[in-house]
């Protein structure tokens, strides 16, 4: 090789070295983090059955439920602590929007349509934990607590 052809591949050889270490900084820096205890894998949105969704409200506090039924509905019955997020309202995309993504939160509703409905968009907005329960029926046969 001579002095002119390696002065002419020295800038594409600089720019894959440049890239390479990049990559490599932040694979590196990914697993040190992880190492440290920093990072913390979060579900996304998970469906669960009504068993381990009852057992998930008792063992955590910092859980929202939110009820995707109607106001009559709700009104009829509703797991204790539940916020009313009516799927039907033509504001119910704004209000799910306006909520902490870094939250965590469980959906139900009357049969496990609407929840799903909202637990999808909940994943498409980037939502972290987000656990759908599926129908207040199972919940409440499974022994979560029901407000009337």
Partial sequence: MTLESTVRHTPLALAFAAIAALVLAACGGADAAE???EATERPGVVQIDAGAAVSL????DDLTVIDVR????FA???LAGAELV???EPAFTDEIDG????????????????????????EDLGFAEVYDAGALDDLAGAGAAVER
């Fill in 99 to 122: 909520l902490d993504r870094d939250a965590s939160y469980v959906l139900y509703c009357r049969t496990g349509n609407r929840s799903g409905q909202a637990a999808a968009l909940m």
């Fill in 76 to 78: 009829a019955g509703h």
């Fill in 70 to 73: 109607t106001p009559e509905e």
């Fill in 35 to 37: 190492d440290a205890g």
């Fill in 57 to 60: 409200l008792d063992e955590r």
């Fill in 86 to 88: 009516d799927i039907y």
